[in-house]
């Protein structure tokens, strides 16, 4: 079985050849330079620029793969969810193109397709659920911080998620303060290696609350105080540094705690992560130290499936053709409000 998959949720245009549980090809184009200047994601910006790059990433994609079209068995996009306007572009080309090839159409959860990423790994990238194990799986974005228990394959359970701010925009808000450019996360990451996690004291919301809840707006918000009272940190690059180290070991050290502990009350043995702040550095050993600690595998998706791609939608999608799962008809619409239950 072979299929093509279009993700175009936010600020990614991307397509993936999959076939047999295997990548042959995810090619992504990222917009991140063209949303650096506004600080964020400009949803009518996004839609155009997916418009522009759709055809040609999804081209190569099949280029790199060495199929046309013809030999196509499925076509695969993400629903939801995901900026309306962005989402229309993939899933209704998508769309159009199943019904060209007189093919099956699939239309896939973003965040469900997260939820297994973790399992595709190598290079290429190859799906095993030989070895699935129950888990609970920490997603953590731009967007969207969560933590689900997947019981077993396509079955899974939200146990809480953020109200308020997503991990990744805590690191692109407090970045933005620090006057560091869009999408800031990366950068901490970067400057965090060269400064000391206890030098600044920051607060670690609901960590200690018995929910699987997150907040980071008053994380936020104690970092602009620190800011406005100390501006002269911001001058001195070692003190940059240090505040970086310090905001994301605040930050890691609720995300870690919290997926931990719903780890053993939910008697798993294995824990997962994935989404664009799981290729942060002091996350994944944080989360390695722990889980270890715990007695708990870990399974962390692997880089270039952290952030938004493809390949991850085509894999959900094949595993869904394979086990029967109803198909949306042809003319489904997206559903960019589209929570994981
Ligand atoms: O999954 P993703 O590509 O897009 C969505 O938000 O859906 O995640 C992007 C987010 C951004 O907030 C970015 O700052 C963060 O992931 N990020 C990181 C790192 N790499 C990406 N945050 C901290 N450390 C990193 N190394
Ligand atoms: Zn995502």
Redesign the pocket.
């Known amino acids: 079985m072979t299929l093509l998959a279009l993700e175009t949720s ?1 600020d ?1 245009t991307s397509a993936a050849v999959v076939r047999a549980g295997k990548v042959l090809s995810n090619t992504v184009s990222s917009q991140i330079k063209l949303h650096e200047e506004y600080g964020g994601v400009v949803p009518e910006l996004a839609a155009r620029e997916h418009l522009k790059n759709l055809l040609p990433v999804a081209q190569a994609a099949l280029r790199e793969a060495g199929v046309s079209p013809a030999q196509l068995d499925a076509v695969a996009a993400t629903q939801g969810p995901g900026l309306a306007i962005a989402l229309l572009i993939g899933f209704k080309a998508a769309q159009a193109m199943a019904f060209a090839l007189n093919k099956p159409f699939i239309g896939i959860n973003h965040h469900e397709a997260h939820l297994y990423s973790p399992w595709i790994a190598g290079t290429p990238p190859v799906a095993d659920f030989s070895n699935f194990q129950p888990n609970v799986s920490l997603i953590v ?3 969207h911080t969560m933590l689900v228990l997947v019981a077993s394959e396509l079955n899974h359970r939200v146990l809480g998620g953020t109200i308020d701010d997503a991990a ?2 805590c ?2 808000k407090t970045g933005k303060l620090m006057g560091l450019p869009y ?4 950068i ?2 970067q400057l965090a290696e060269l400064g000391r996690a206890d030098a600044y004291d920051f607060p670690r919301p609901l960590i200690h609350d018995a929910n699987d809840d997150f907040s980071f707006s008053g994380l936020k918000t104690s970092v602009r105080y620190f800011i406005r009272d100390n501006p002269a940190v911001l001058e001195d690059r070692q003190k940059v540094c240090d505040l970086c180290a310090s905001v994301q070991a605040a930050i890691v050290e609720v995300l870690v705690k919290k997926t931990i502990r719903a780890a053993k009350r939910e008697g798993v043995s294995c824990v997962t992560a994935s ?3 799981t ?3 002091a996350l994944r050993n944080e989360l390695e130290r722990a889980c270890k600690r715990n007695g708990l595998s870990l399974r962390l998706a692997q880089k270039s499936l ?3 791609n493809a390949g991850m939608i085509g894999i959900l999608a094949e595993r869904k053709l394979r086990a029967h799962v109803p198909l949306p008809s042809l003319d489904a619409e997206i559903q960019p409000g589209w929570a994981l239950a």
């Open positions: 936010c990614e974005s731009g967007g990744g925009e690191f692109d999408p800031a996360g990366p901490i990451d989404g664009g702040v290729c942060n550095r952290c952030t938004d």
